[in-house]
């Protein structure tokens, strides 16, 4: 919490830094009230927030080896909209298999071990023009595979892989429905 603390600071004092001689329409009691009020952004990062804390969470008392792949999960599937965090979902399991499939096939019978950087670095080139969501978590999930790979061996981070993507999956579709039919209901009522 100390770090996340001292991180904040330092990241808001760069920020104000930065952006301390523009001028904008908005004040900073305009962002406030902004936050307060029942929009799709304020709980877009209020799910957000709840998530990745969650996931921290989770990961720290589960004491996962790689506990940020269920943060990354988190951050990457929370959606402003539903629908879009359903689809997202659907991508990233069925890529996450792919990825599985096409690293165990790579470099365990196509690319001998002495070429394996050179491989993981073609592959973060290409990874770089890849503009739809689903293609990139193919690769996304062999490099983290890779990077795994320094740590564990393919028994032991494959397994964790999958298990901590549907970790965070179950914490994106809890919060989702926490969203849909508690907090859309206390607004309602409040409404009234």
């Not at 900073?28 to 307060?36: G, H, I, N, S, V």
């Not at 592959?123 to 062999?142: N, S």
Request: charged share 15%.
């Amino acid at each position: 919490m100390a770090g996340l603390a001292v991180g904040g600071l330092l990241d808001g004092i760069v920020y104000y830094l930065h952006h301390r001689k523009k001028t904008y329409k908005r004040t900073y009691r305009d962002l406030l009230r902004e936050a307060f009020k029942n929009s799709t952004r304020s709980r877009f990062v209020l799910r957000m927030t709840l998530g990745i804390t969650a996931a921290a969470t989770a990961g720290a008392l589960l004491h996962v080896a790689k506990p940020m792949w269920i943060s990354i999960v988190v951050m990457s599937l929370t959606q402003p909209f539903t629908h879009d965090t359903h689809e997202r979902i659907q991508h990233r399991l069925v890529a996450t298999v792919v990825g599985r499939i096409i690293f165990s096939v790579l470099f365990n019978y196509l690319i001998p071990p002495v070429y394996s950087t050179l491989a993981l670095m073609v592959l973060g080139y290409i990874y770089m023009f890849v503009k739809e969501y689903k293609i990139q978590q193919v690769f996304v999930t062999i490099n983290a595979l890779a990077a795994a790979m320094i740590l564990f061996d393919a028994s032991t981070s494959i397994p964790m892989r999958i298990t901590l993507l549907v970790f965070g999956i179950a914490i994106v579709l809890i919060l989702n429905w926490v969203d849909e039919h508690v907090i859309e209901r206390a607004v309602k009522l409040a409404a009234h």
